[in-house]
């Protein structure tokens, strides 16, 4: 049995599925979780996981986690993956690795939570004042951290101008997980992750796509992947499974999404879901 495995904590987008929380999955080595992206609903669907017999998921072990990209459906989660961690026994900070941008953005965070800061430490709370707070680490492409546990490759993505987008990579001593963030096909990638254990990719579906207006074709061609682009990357790549999140259905089945890869691509691909462990 392995020892590596990806739990999706959200499948969604922004758009206000109540059966998708936003995108968060969780990467989980032995005892330890590495969290990517933190969507509303993250906390929550973590205490899922570990009430579903995921150990690692538990509240005070959620102290690392990487961003893709500062988009609100991955990080809206941020304040609630600060505090509540802390509130129920974390006691550390956490920890945070991911695009410029996120330093500000947490500093932002802990100075609108103060005064709930402040009145969590103040002697009644059995609380801890060093398990507060998040350390923001801002990093490049290439390995961005490691442990006895886990080498973490960020690589930079295609999901628009004016900012950097990344995605990760997970290098462990049984498998090889590629989660790939949100972003526009790229070439560069495809020499990273080939032969990867498992791909977590986003998309969205050609035929939701073709009803679409105009603008928001535009919008999500320059943006995103679609199932017949993802289906090429995965015959290039050949992951051992693809597993589909981020899901652009609009009017699609989960069953239509499938079957739109599997016209152009042989391998095994799933339906990401929420909780869904791979």
């Known amino acids: 049995m392995s020892n590596t495995s990806v739990v999706l904590l959200g499948t969604g987008t922004p758009n206000a599925e109540p059966d998708r ?3 968060s999955a969780a990467v989980v080595v032995g005892d330890n979780a590495y969290l990517v992206d933190f969507g509303p609903g993250v906390v929550r669907r973590a205490a899922g996981a570990q009430r579903a017999g995921m150990a690692a998921l538990r509240m005070e072990n959620l102290s690392t986690a990487f961003l893709t990209h500062l988009h609100s459906d991955h990080t809206a989660g941020y304040a609630d993956l600060i505090m509540t961690p802390w509130v129920l026994g974390r006691a550390q900070p956490l920890s945070v690795y991911g695009p410029p941008g996120l330093t500000n953005m947490t500093e932002n965070i802990l100075a609108a939570y103060q005064m709930d800061r402040d009145m969590r430490v103040c002697g009644l709370e059995p609380i801890t004042a060093e398990g ?3 350390v923001a680490h801002e990093i490049e492409q290439g390995v961005c951290y490691e442990d006895d546990q886990v080498t973490v490759t960020a690589f ?5 101008k004016g900012w950097t987008a990344l995605g990760y990579q997970f290098t462990t001593s049984d498998r090889r997980i590629v989660i790939s963030g949100d972003t526009a096909p790229i070439d560069s990638a495809v020499q990273l992750w080939r032969g990867c254990d498992v791909l977590v990719h986003e998309v969205y579906s050609k035929q939701g ?13 320059a943006m995103h992947t679609s199932t017949e682009q993802l289906a090429q990357i995965a015959n290039q790549v ?3 499974l693809l597993v589909l999140t981020h899901l652009l259905l609009w009017g699609s089945t989960e069953e239509e999404l ?13 339906c990401g879901e929420d909780l869904g462990m791979y």
Do not use: F, L, N, T
């Not at 930079?156 to 628009?160: A, E, F, K, T, Y």
């Not at 796509?209 to 061609?221: C, D, F, I, L, T």
């Open 156 to 160: 930079q993505v295609d999901h628009g």
């Open 132 to 134: 507060y707070g998040a």
């Open 258 to 270: 499938v079957d739109e890869i599997q016209q152009h691509y042989d391998g095994s691909v799933v």
């Open 238 to 240: 050949q992951p051992k």
């Open 209 to 221: 796509y073709e009803m679409r207006e105009p603008h928001w074709q535009r919008y999500h061609a």
């Open 21 to 23: 929380m936003g995108a």
